[in-house]
């Protein structure tokens, strides 16, 4: 947070800055109240803000606590894996190829008789990692741009716009398939970095619209007339108002990503073998799956609780943060 | 009206110029052209620098562009590595998406809709619940593993329906590639239509249709429907490009020679000519149900004049 820019009357302004956004706040606070079941004995005169009314209702709602469950415990055998499959994904035993579970094996041997248990569980890493940084990717670099064209207007917009609505007109998986069939890594950056690049526009537009609805409320107008500098205004009075809608796209996105990331591994341009991925195994046993339909059901259920998961969080997460949709 | 749809067509030329460019400079960039065109091998540089005389790849990149862009406005997207010129190919393969398409749409509307409607009238009730859910669910498995669950099933197992589409690929053949297709953006019609008819439902005009003494029916289906419906039509228009790109993943499941599957082999034996053509007329695709979906605004909606 930059210090206010300089002379005029300091005091007056944090004044006005502070009622100004508690304004706002407290406005959407309001909203939560009437609209939603916000009543629950708090004590007079203390409003909360947006987030903290949020998180009062996120900490109630089953779906949420299940789904962050959920993804605790994949972000946990994403870190280390060992904990529940001590076993080398990589070694494999032709001669168990497609054979059904066995003690010791639950979920039983692929194609290529690699146990399909301990593959499953080290391929959540490779998920979580692509979904995360490219969803950290995608937030970044769309709100910094769509907010500043946003908030800049003019030229800069209708460029900003011109360029989202080209990105908005290539299909995504083709452009996956056409720009990462030439890559050769088996990283999960090549991926990434495509995600980003394709994604980044969803939430350029998405931040675009925030900022231009906060820029025109009076608290602004007024930060504005009392000499706030440009920095200052974007950052302290715009951007608290304007990044509720961009985390709640951003979680849902998560989620697509990750679904797009095995989309690309089971065309065969997303993470190439020696990486362990859900994509790469149900590729890899959907020509068997006549004989060993539990090598490709394993990560395929395993894929559908992740991204269902993340879905459901940016579900609660909206449901939470824009008490209007309810 | 006229004046808007000119104001609209001079808009998406730069939009379809920047797509077609992005994706040329990708393919272009990115990949070697002429590598596809000696077999498994590398081309000695002798041959390749050939080639690339032969074919103007020795041109800056922004002339081949230009060429390019000049030759499809007068119908010619090159040849393709088998010597067929790529027109032939988008004449067999087109038609054959456009129906998979079609196919998706129709679910779409009348499967998503449907429950879209009987969702958003009975909100909070069992049905809505277990509708909700199950959209959840669909749209959260990807689409690749849904159609390999039902080729699986429904084919392999059970026998109901052939595991893989012939060559000729008629509708009744393509129903079930058409539900996979359309399985996420089902839901979110689903999805969708059930908001946008709750919010509708406290309106202020349904309530005056309601007092007038209308029958219920008429209410929901002259009244809340026609405005409700607006977000649904502009998520479908822009689906349907979504859903033709989104083909190669279908395409590949069920063996379906559409545009997915061309572009495939496009793109594995790197030939660039097909990549382009196809990809060029997608975007053309997409930009057009873009425009015609704002232009079915005004139909859909009384309040919307374009001047």
Redesign the interface.
């Not at chain 1, 007109?169 to 452009?175: D, F, I, N, R, T």
């Given at each position: 947070m930059p210090e206010p820019s300089l002379p005029q009357p300091q005091e007056p302004e944090r004044a006005i800055a502070g009622t100004g956004t508690g304004a706002g706040m407290d406005l959407a606070a309001a909203e939560a109240a009437t609209v939603g079941s916000g009543e629950t004995g708090r004590p007079a005169g203390r409003p909360r803000s947006l987030w903290s009314d949020a998180w009062h209702d996120l900490r109630r709602n089953p779906v949420f606590v299940l789904s962050a469950l959920v993804i605790c415990f994949l972000v946990v055998i994403a870190l280390w894996p060992s904990l529940i499959a001590p076993g080398n994904p990589l070694h494999c035993d032709l001669a168990r190829a497609q054979d059904g579970p066995s003690p010791g094996h639950p979920f039983g041997y692929d194609g290529q008789g690699c146990d399909v248990y301990t593959r499953t569980v080290h391929g959540a890493r490779a998920s979580v990692t692509v979904g995360v940084c490219a969803t950290a990717g995608v937030a970044v670099l769309g709100s910094v741009l769509g907010g500043l064209a946003g908030y800049v207007g003019g030229f800069w917009d209708a460029l900003l716009s011109?360029?989202t609505?080209?990105?908005f007109?290539?299909?995504?998986?083709?452009?996956g398939?056409?720009?990462l069939?030439?890559v050769t890594s088996s990283t999960v950056w090549p991926v990434v970095g495509f995600l980003v690049l394709l994604g980044w526009p969803q939430i350029s537009r998405i931040a675009r619209g925030a900022v231009v609805t906060a820029k025109q409320h009076d608290y602004v107008q007024a930060a504005r007339a009392l000499g706030a500098s440009g920095p200052r205004i974007l950052l302290r009075h715009i951007a608290p108002n304007a990044v509720a809608p961009v985390i709640v796209v951003a979680t849902i996105a998560l989620?697509t990503f990750i679904?797009l990331e095995?989309?690309l591994s089971?065309?065969g341009v997303g993470l190439k073998p020696p990486s362990v991925s859900w994509g790469i195994q149900?590729s890899a046993a959907?020509p068997y799956?006549?004989n060993a339909?539990h090598a490709?059901l394993w990560p395929?259920g395993a894929?559908?609780?992740t991204?269902?998961a993340f879905?459901?969080l940016g579900?609660a997460v909206r449901d939470a943060l824009d008490p209007k949709?309810r | 009206m006229g004046r808007y749809v000119v104001r609209r067509l001079l808009q998406m030329i730069p939009v379809f110029a920047g797509a077609t460019a992005l994706l040329f400079v990708m393919v272009n960039v990115m990949g070697d052209p002429v590598a596809g065109l000696c077999g498994e091998r590398a081309c000695d540089t002798a041959t390749a620098a050939q080639l690339k005389r032969e074919f103007g790849l020795d041109q800056p990149l922004w002339r081949q562009y230009a060429t390019y862009m000049g030759n499809v406005f007068t119908g010619d997207f090159g040849t393709a590595f088998n010597g067929r010129p790529v027109i032939e190919l988008m004449a067999s393969a087109f038609p054959v998406t456009v129906r998979l398409t079609l196919v998706a749409v129709v679910f779409e509307i009348v499967v998503g809709v449907t429950l879209g409607v009987v969702t958003g009238l009975r909100r909070g009730r069992p049905v809505d619940t277990a509708v909700l859910l199950a959209t959840l669910v669909v749209i959260s498995v990807p689409t690749f593993v849904t159609g390999l669950l039902l080729q699986l099933l429904l084919g392999v197992r059970w026998g109901w329906i052939r595991p893989s589409v012939p060559p000729q690929a008629t509708f009744d053949q393509l129903i079930l590639p058409g539900l996979v297709l359309a399985s996420v953006s089902l839901a979110y019609v689903t999805r969708l239509t059930r908001t946008s008819l709750a919010e509708n439902r406290r309106a202020d005009y349904v309530r005056t249709a309601v007092a007038k003494g209308l029958p219920r029916r008429r209410v929901v289906v002259r009244h809340l429907l026609r405005n409700s419906l607006i977000p649904v039509v502009t998520f479908i228009g822009t689906d349907v490009g979504a859903l033709m790109g989104g083909a190669i993943v279908t395409e590949r499941i069920f063996n379906i020679h559409g545009v997915g599957y061309q572009l495939y082999q496009g793109i594995l034996r790197q030939n660039t000519q097909t990549v382009v053509g196809f990809v060029t007329v997608l975007v053309l695709v997409f930009l057009i149900a873009n425009l015609l979906v704002d232009l079915l605004y005004a139909v859909l909606d009384p309040r919307i004049r374009y001047a």
């Open positions: 011109r360029i609505d080209v990105f007109a290539v299909p995504v998986v083709l452009g398939l056409v720009l069939s030439v989620g679904a095995a989309t089971y065309l149900i959907s799956v006549r339909p490709l395929a894929l559908a609780v991204v269902l879905i459901m579900d949709l | -």
